[in-house]
């Protein structure tokens, strides 16, 4: 079946440190990826999207390339502040009537 | 202005009842969603409708009944609730289903059955 794996949470980060979130994915087909974010009591958001291999996404300085070699569309930041603090969804879509199918979050707190 | 909106925003009832959650979008967008996304924040699509016609309906208790009175909302009606239904239940709204479209959110429903 089409599934997503990130890694565990939670992660805390210092202000400006360097931040990578994994994820992996299988999928029967050729899907597309989303990285989506959850701030504490709101809905999802659409943080960035790649649609085929090497596409790179990025967005409020976030960046993830779709790596169809490595099955993966790891999520990264080069320096994070406290409102990234967060968590966030990596997840597949193949084409046709099928749904989003997320991984299970992944926790990201940012100290000052 | 709200794009997507759902409510009420929480829900707290006994076991047994049955309750309604609503959803509107503004968008214009012809195709909606319900997730639901458990307490270790795992979410997981329920039933996606496309101009009022029901496309994805997954492993679902036949407790849960999705209406669409039109392309702008979409209900989720919940029969004799039990404590596993406990959850946030996000609605969601986007412009088509076959290909990769954004997908909007609501800011969610938390549902507590006690």
């Known amino acids: 079946g089409n599934s997503v794996t990130q890694m565990e949470g939670p992660v805390t980060l210092s202000e400006e440190a360097f931040l990578t979130i994994n994820c992996t994915y299988t999928?029967?087909?050729?899907?597309?990826l989303f990285w989506y974010v959850q701030y504490p009591g709101e809905g999802l958001q659409l943080l960035l999207k790649?649609?085929?291999?090497?596409d790179k996404g990025s967005n409020k300085g976030f960046e993830a390339t779709y790596r169809k070699e490595t099955t993966s569309f790891h999520l990264e930041k080069g320096s994070v502040q406290v409102s990234d603090s967060a968590v966030y969804f990596c997840?597949?879509?193949?084409?046709?009537?099928?749904?989003?199918?997320f991984g299970k979050g992944t926790r990201l707190s940012v100290i000052a | 202005d709200t794009a997507v909106s759902q409510t009420p925003k929480y829900l707290v009832t006994q076991m047994g009842n049955d309750k309604s959650i609503k959803c509107e979008q503004n968008?214009?967008?012809?195709?909606m969603y319900w997730y639901k996304q458990d307490s270790k924040k795992f979410l997981k699509i329920m039933f996606s409708?496309?101009?009022?016609?029901?496309?994805i309906n997954e492993t679902v208790p036949n407790r849960f009944s999705p209406k669409s009175p039109d392309k702008a909302h979409l209900n989720l009606h919940i029969n004799s609730l039990e404590l596993g239904d406990s959850a946030v239940y996000f609605c969601?709204?986007?412009?088509?289903?076959?290909?990769?479209?954004?997908?909007?959110f609501g800011p969610g429903t938390r549902l507590t059955v006690t």
């Open positions: 969601a709204s986007s412009q088509g289903q076959r290909g990769v479209y954004e997908q909007y």
């Open positions: 999928a029967t087909g050729y899907p597309s």
């Open positions: 790649a649609t085929k291999a090497d």
């Open positions: 997840a597949l879509k193949l084409s046709g009537n099928t749904p989003l199918v």
């Open positions: 968008l214009g967008h012809d195709t």
């Open positions: 409708y496309n101009n009022k016609e029901l496309i």
